[in-house]
C-alpha cells in the first residue's frame, strides 16, 4: 500500500541556535521579572533549563503526533478490509494504481466510506477532472455529453 513519508529526523531533532538561546534567556528574564516578589514560582532557571524542556516538549509532542497518525492509518486500512465484496480490491487497486493525489489516511478512510455508501469514487473523480480540462479549453464541451 501506497503511503506518504514523513521525515522525522527533521520533526524531532531540536538545534539550538544563537538566536534561539537569546530568546529563551529573553523569556527567562521576563519570567523572573513578572514574579519578581515569588522567585520560587519561576518555572526555569536559566536559559539551558529552558532549552532542554523545549526539547524535551518535542520529542513528547513527535511522539503523540506519530501514534495519533499510526492509529489513523490502521483505522482506514480496518475500513477498506470490512468492505463487502470486491469493494476493497477494487478501492486498493484504485489507491495504488491511479490515485495521485495525497497519500494520508483521511483520503482512503474517505475512498472506504464513499464505497460502501456505493459512490463509484473514480468515476466521479474523473468527471471533475474532464471537467477541469473541459474549463482550462483543453477538452471540447461535446465530451461532457459523453461521461453519462
Request: hydrophobic share 40%.
Given at each position: 500500500m501506497k503511503f506518504a513519508c514523513c521525515a522525522w529526523e527533521k520533526i524531532v531533532t531540536y538545534v539550538v541556535t544563537g538566536r534561539k538561546r537569546a530568546a529563551a534567556e529573553r523569556a527567562v528574564r521576563r519570567e523572573r521579572e513578572s514574579v519578581a516578589l515569588f522567585p520560587e514560582l519561576s518555572r526555569e532557571t536559566n536559559a539551558d533549563n529552558r532549552l532542554a524542556s523545549i526539547a524535551e516538549g518535542l520529542q513528547i509532542s513527535a511522539g503523540e503526533w506519530r501514534h495519533e497518525r499510526a492509529r489513523a492509518w490502521r483505522t482506514a486500512r480496518r475500513s477498506v478490509c470490512e468492505l463487502p465484496g470486491t469493494a476493497g480490491v477494487a478501492v486498493l487497486?484504485?489507491?495504488?494504481?491511479?490515485?495521485?493525489?495525497?497519500?494520508?489516511?483521511?483520503?482512503?478512510?474517505?475512498?472506504?466510506?464513499?464505497?460502501?455508501?456505493?459512490?463509484?469514487?473514480?468515476?466521479?473523480?474523473?468527471?471533475?477532472r474532464r471537467l477541469r480540462l473541459i474549463g482550462a479549453g483543453r477538452l471540447p464541451r461535446s465530451f461532457l455529453s459523453r461521461a453519462s
Open positions: 487497486r484504485y489507491w495504488n494504481e491511479a490515485w495521485t493525489g495525497p497519500r494520508s489516511p483521511e483520503y482512503l478512510a474517505t475512498f472506504a466510506l464513499e464505497a460502501r455508501r456505493g459512490v463509484c469514487f473514480w468515476r466521479r473523480m474523473a468527471d471533475l
